[in-house]
C-alpha cells in the first residue's frame, strides 16, 4: 500500500507516520532523512547532495527523485510518503514511477487543522535554557520552569507567531496545487486533525481499512 500524508506544519504528519511504522510496518519516507542517509553513505550521489546543502542550496526536484528511486527500489512493503511529493512535478514524476512498476498511490490522506489551531501549536513549544528539555505550554503538567534543572524556559525563534504564520503561509502556497492534483483523484480522504495524536490515528486507521 502506498500513502501520502498530507498536512499543515503542526497537523502531527511526522509522528503519524512513525505510528504507521511502529505498528504496521511501513517504510516510512520522508526526504529529510532520505538526504541525510545518502550524505552519510557517500554515495556519488550524495557526495553531489552533500555539496548542495553545504552551500545552502536547495537540493533539486530531480535529485530528490533519483534518492527515491534509489529508496524504493527493492522495497516491498506499504509505503508512507511525509513531506513528499512537495510540487506537482515531484507528484507526476511519482505517479509515473510507480505506474511502471505496476503500483499506484493508493492513499492521499490530508490532515486538516484550522489555521488558529496551527498557530496555537506551533507556538506552544518552550525549551529549557539551561537543558535543552522541550514542554509544551498545553501539558495539563506545565509548570513554566524546567522540571529537570529549574532552569528557565524560552521560546525558540522558528517558534514565534511571526514565524509560525510565515510558516503557515509557505505550506498554503505550496500545497493548494497538490490539493488540487490530488483531490479529485480516487483514494483521497481528509482527516480530521483536531484532537489528540491517537484520535487521528484512530481516523487515519479507519481510511486505510487497518482497523481489524
Ligand atoms: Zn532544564
Given at each position: 500500500m502506498n500513502v501520502i500524508l498530507l498536512g499543515s506544519p503542526g497537523a502531527g504528519k511526522g509522528s503519524q507516520a512513525v505510528r504507521l511504522k511502529d505498528e504496521?510496518?511501513?517504510?516510512?519516507?520522508s526526504t529529510g532523512d532520505l538526504i541525510r542517509a545518502e550524505i552519510a553513505a557517500a554515495t556519488p550521489l550524495g557526495k553531489k547532495v552533500e555539496s548542495l546543502v553545504k552551500q545552502g542550496n536547495l537540493v533539486a526536484d530531480d535529485l530528490i527523485f533519483d534518492l527515491l528511486k534509489n529508496a524504493l527500489k527493492s522495497e516491498t512493503r506499504s509505503i508512507v510518503f511525509d513531506g513528499f511529493p512537495r510540487t506537482i512535478a515531484q507528484a507526476e514524476d511519482l505517479d509515473k514511477y510507480l505506474a511502471e512498476q505496476g503500483k499506484k498511490m493508493d492513499y492521499i490522506l490530508s490532515i486538516e487543522l484550522t489555521d488558529e489551531e496551527a498557530i496555537k501549536r506551533l507556538t506552544s513549544r518552550r525549551v529549557c535554557?539551561?537543558?535543552g528539555a522541550v514542554y509544551n505550554i498545553y501539558w495539563p503538567d506545565y509548570k513554566g520552569v524546567c522540571t529537570k534543572c529549574g532552569g528557565e524556559l524560552y521560546t525558540r525563534a522558528?517558534?514565534?507567531?511571526e514565524s509560525a504564520k510565515h510558516r503557515l503561509d509557505v505550506f498554503k502556497k505550496e500545497t493548494q496545487p497538490l490539493l488540487d492534483y490530488y483531490g479529485s483523484k480516487p483514494g483521497f480522504v481528509k482527516i480530521n486533525g483536531l484532537g489528540a495524536l491517537e484520535e487521528v490515528?484512530?481516523?487515519?486507521?479507519?481510511?486505510?481499512?487497518l482497523i481489524k
Open positions: 504496521f510496518g511501513f517504510r516510512h519516507i535554557k539551561s537543558c522558528d517558534d514565534t507567531l490515528f484512530a481516523s487515519i486507521k479507519q481510511a486505510l481499512n
